[in-house]
């Protein structure tokens, strides 16, 4: 069965410090998607990335990151000089497959970042 | 120019009603989606739609039901209102069919309290 687990609940870090966001996931397919979503404080669930299964080139979109280690069945993601803008719920999830469509959330993780 | 839409944002109704969220998208999606998020913040699928079709349907009390009158409309209605379906309701929406590879664009969700 697909899980997803993101151990940290919450963190605190200081502006323009660097901050990564743990995930680590569970899936018996070879075939599987992984995404990160933000929820700021407003409320809306905003997609940043999708990863596939056979994809493990890192990504970095402006100061943001991500590390996919298939080894480790990880999918971190950094934030590098954090804002108070970043402030917000991120989520980590699953999707397997060709037939497979729904979205496992982890629980979240709760970024606070303070001026 | 909204790309998921929901209404109503906010929702307070008492024990025993029956209410409907309503879901639009005007991404020209072929699939669309029900979550719930709890009062922990952990979001879980209830329904998928695609074509008008359902292909997931994740385990909901049947007081919940869900209707597609075509591909960019997903609504939501509950009947017999409990406390414990207070929680916040977001709409999402993708293409590709039931690929888990299509990345979800969600709605600014509706917050529904049951008093």
């Known amino acids: 069965a697909q899980k997803v687990t993101q151990a940290q609940t919450e963190i605190s870090v200081v502006e323009k410090e660097d901050v990564t966001l743990d995930c680590v996931y569970e899936t018996r397919d070879t075939t599987y998607y992984l995404f990160w979503y933000k929820q700021p404080p407003s409320g809306e669930l905003v997609f940043l990335i999708r990863r596939n299964s056979f994809d493990e080139q890192n990504e970095i979109s402006g100061r943001y990151s991500w590390n996919f280690q298939k080894s480790t069945s990880s999918f971190n993601f950094t934030i590098t000089a954090s804002q108070v803008v970043d402030s917000a719920v991120y989520f980590c999830?699953?999707?397997?497959?060709?037939?497979?469509?729904?979205?496992?959330f982890g629980a979240g993780t709760i970024l606070r970042v303070k001026s | 120019d909204t790309a998921v839409s929901q209404t109503p944002k906010y929702l307070v109704t008492q024990m025993g009603n029956d209410k409907s969220i309503k879901c639009e998208q005007n991404l020209g999606h072929d699939t669309m989606y029900w979550y719930k998020q709890d009062s922990k913040k952990f979001l879980k699928i209830m329904f998928s739609?695609?074509?008008?079709?359902?292909?997931i349907n994740e385990t909901v009390p049947n007081r919940f039901s869900p209707k597609s009158p075509d591909k960019a409309h997903l609504n939501l209605h509950i009947n017999s209102l409990e406390l414990g379906d207070s929680a916040v309701y977001f709409c999402?929406?993708?293409?590709?069919?039931?690929?888990?590879?299509?990345?979800?664009?969600f709605g600014p969700g509706t917050r529904l309290t049951v008093t």
């Open positions: 739609y695609n074509n008008k079709e359902l292909i």
């Open positions: 999830a699953l999707s397997e497959g060709e037939y497979g469509n729904k979205l496992v």
């Open positions: 999402a929406s993708s293409q590709g069919g039931t690929s888990g590879r299509a990345a979800q664009y």
